[in-house]
């Protein structure tokens, strides 16, 4: 039998007993025996079925097993009087146990149906039901019963109990039916169950009274009754029908509107019965049933409207504030900034944090976001408690002082600089993470953009120096707009080839023979004349524009040496360096984007070197990653300013490198003794011990070469051996020149 298929076999066999059980002769022992062994065996099954699938509620199930073996016992207990003592007396002993089976199963369904926060509105629409069911019992069903004078008081009780119990049993499946989170096959089951009881219920109470009933035609509602609940409990969804775990908002759906709208106007269409309208007991219950359901329906629209208000209340706080660490959003801050600068003149603080993405990408999102709470939270405690912090994207955070004086906002920015360099313990890694800091005041701020605009701005340049935090001042926007204006100028000098590449010799020790060149850049300006590379270099990379221009170099510098080995055979350099900026390698697919290039050139991978600097590689992540690509492609790697980064010598053990480029700072006191000439010395015996070649950059002097060669230098670089130029001469000797 395959697992889940338990219920239907259940309600398959139970239709076949019920069908062998009416075949079997009436009023016979077989029958009776066939009878209660359906009753006693859906009692068992349902405790089975509690075992098998263990669900959560496990309780209101075996309640429901319980309730099903009373049944069963006021069963035997009939055929016992009817068989044994021959008597068949109503109400009998047995009517104790069927009366005494409904308790478990309306509890069993209580708790089934009970949840932690269970809406109001859902036991309001049940009570409605009831409420128009009840009305609907009693003018059809309880009052005619207890309006028999043949009938003895206790006939009449027990008469009515039985319809009174099922419709209570069926407002608690009700409540499982209308509230659709708590809705499932095993619930729906139940509701046909408790259905069938009622009808064979209520048929065999009319019937007794008015007819003498005797026989067994009602039988087969209480027999299915058992097998659907049995099914019930063998069906998979039992374990689903758990009331803790749904967060699904608990909507009114039409199905549910329409049963409501029906139990509402039970009462009056009754009325318009003649039978029921000319009864004074009847219009008495139907108006205190009107009455009822008119205060059930008041409440339910009062819990709708304060459904309605709590919503728009919790929608305000989302949208005012940030989700992840529970401070203002935006939106918030720029309101109450708008507020302050009306009636003030405020002063903000704006924190951007460094390396987030880095984090991202090595340790996961996870981390980022438990770094981004941890930041929160020291923010929120140096800021004071009478500011208003916000979280203003994804790494900014700013802090709103109303009524501060520009030395108390420059304190708490310089509280925030030293907070948010101490480390962060999170998820067993210690992460570090520098920041950014800006201070603007209001005064002379159109709107809180500006505002805004200005610590913007003094928050960048902060980032650029490295200062703890900087402070907005006019020459900052001059800055700003200047470099505007010279990206602008990039972009069309790109358009317009005003761009033009030279080449600075490598020369090898000590037959100076010119073994590779170094691509630079230089930009002739139609009006500015040339312009300085570190006057426009450090503008494209802010603005990414040195991605498109970093393209343009390296594809002309491939092609230029393709070219020389053409025409100048064995006196051409071997290999062409690249600078690349951090840009470059952090954009993804950039090691594809150099194999393209490579690719249409027809130079080999080989033959190209590309130069980084350390802090380009410095935080791992996505540049790492591109160079081990290119790397594997065959393209050299040099790690350019050698000396001058943070870790130099970690990064050796991280960052796949073929060259050092030996910063100029140590060539220039070689010639003296002291601890230059030492630390050149040491660098190359690294880079042998390593199996690196090392380029002493800068050399500008004839007595420079001759230290730099004397302790093992054997790849040179600078003025003495040549300027960058368009068209080096790689045949004639260099020619030694001053700067």
């Known amino acids: 039998m395959r697992a889940g298929d338990q219920w239907r076999w259940c309600t398959t066999a139970g239709l076949l007993a019920t069908v062998v059980y009416y075949l079997l002769p009436a009023g016979t022992l077989w029958s009776s025996a066939g009878y209660n062994t359906i009753g006693l065996l859906a009692g068992l099954i349902i405790l089975v079925a509690v075992r098998w699938h263990r669900p959560q509620r496990p309780l209101a199930w075996i309640l429901f097993g319980v309730g099903m073996i009373l049944s069963v016992l006021g069963d035997f207990t009939w055929v016992y009087l009817e068989r044994v003592q021959h008597v068949e007396p109503y109400p009998s002993v047995a009517d104790v146990f069927y ?35 009840g009305l609907v019992l009693w003018v059809f069903v309880l009052h005619p019963v207890a309006a028999v004078d043949t009938a003895s008081m206790l006939e009449r009780a027990v008469s009515t109990a039985y ?59 209480w027999l299915m009754a058992y097998v659907l609940w049995a099914a019930a409990a063998l069906h998979p969804s039992m374990t689903a029908a758990t009331p803790d775990a749904p967060d699904v908002p608990d909507r009114v759906g039409r199905g549910r509107l329409v049963v409501l709208g029906g139990s509402s106007v039970l009462a009056p269409i009754m009325l318009f019965l003649p039978s029921v309208g000319a009864d004074t007991v009847d219009r008495i219950v139907i108006a205190a049933g009107a009455t ?17 208000r709590g919503q728009a209340t919790e929608l305000e706080r989302l949208a005012n504030q940030d989700d992840l660490t529970g401070l203002h959003n935006r939106r918030r801050f720029y309101r109450a900034l708008g507020e302050a600068l009306t009636d003030g003149c405020p002063q903000i603080v704006l924190m951007g944090l460094n390396r987030l993405r880095a984090i991202n990408d090595e340790l996961g999102h996870q981390v980022g976001d438990e770094v981004i709470v941890r930041i929160a939270e020291r923010v929120r405690v140096l800021a004071g408690p009478d500011v208003l912090v916000a979280r203003l994207s994804g790494d ?8 501060a004086p520009e030395g108390g906002a420059d304190a708490v920015a310089a509280r925030l600089a030293d907070a948010v360099h101490d480390p962060i313990n999170t998820r067993g890694y210690e992460v570090l993470v520098g920041a950014g800091v800006g201070v603007a005041g209001g005064a002379d701020a159109a709107d809180p953009a500006e505002v805004l605009r200005r610590a913007g701005v003094a928050m960048f340049a902060a980032k650029e120096s490295g200062e703890p935090y900087r402070r907005w001042a006019p020459a900052l926007d001059e800055r700003s707009v200047e470099e505007a204006r010279l990206g602008a100028q990039i972009r069309h000098a790109l358009g317009e080839r005003q761009f033009q590449v030279v080449y600075q010799p490598i020369v090898a020790m000590p037959g100076q023979r010119v073994a590779a060149v170094e691509a630079l850049v230089r930009w002739h300006h139609p009006r500015l004349g040339m312009v300085s590379p570190a006057r426009f270099i450090p503008v494209a990379e802010r603005n990414g524009l040195i991605v498109e221009l970093g393209a343009w170099i390296l594809e002309t510098a491939c092609e230029q040496l393709v070219r020389w080995t053409a025409e100048l055979g064995s006196d051409a350099p071997d290999r062409v360096s690249v600078n690349v900026s951090a840009r470059q390698l952090a954009r993804p697919g950039f090691a594809g984007t150099v194999a393209d290039v490579l690719s249409r050139t027809g ?23 591109a160079l081990h690509e290119l790397r594997a492609f065959g393209v050299r790697i040099a790690l350019d300013d050698f000396g001058t980064g943070h870790s130099s010598l970690g990064l050796l053990q991280a960052v796949p490198v073929d060259i050092l480029k030996i910063d100029k700072s140590f060539v220039d006191r ?13 660098m190359i015996q690294v880079s042998n011990g390593l199996g690196l070649d090392a380029v002493a950059e800068g050399v500008e002097t004839a007595e420079q070469a001759q230290a730099l060669t004397r302790i093992g230098y054997r790849l040179l670089q600078g003025y003495h051996f040549g300027r960058p130029e368009a068209e080096p001469a790689f045949t004639r000797p260099a020619v030694s020149t001053r700067a």
């Open 396 to 403: 900014e955070f700013a802090v709103l002082l109303r009524d």
């Open 670 to 682: 070689i010639t003296e003794a002291g601890r230059h000439a030492v630390i050149a010395e040491a």
């Open 163 to 221: 319809p009174s119990l099922d419709a209570l049993l069926l407002v608690m499946v009700a409540g499982l039916l209308i509230d659709r989170r708590l809705r499932t096959p095993s619930t729906d089951l139940l509701g046909v169950a408790a259905a069938l009881l009622l009808v064979g219920d209520v048929a065999f109470s009319v019937a007794s009274l008015y007819f003498d009933y005797s026989g067994r035609a009602i039988d087969w509602c």
């Open 603 to 625: 130079l080999p991978a080989h033959r190209l070197t590309v130069e980084v600097t350390e802090t380009a590689v410095f935080d791992g992540g996505p540049a790492v990653t």
């Open 99 to 133: 009366l005494a089976s409904y308790p478990p199963l309306i509890t069993g369904l209580f708790l089934l149906q009970r949840r932690r926060g269970r809406e109001l509105g859902s036991l309001i629409d049940a009570s409605m039901v009831a409420t128009g069911l």
């Open 292 to 308: 009822m359901l008119f205060l059930l329906g008041v409440a339910r629209m009062a819990g709708v409207m304060s459904k309605v």
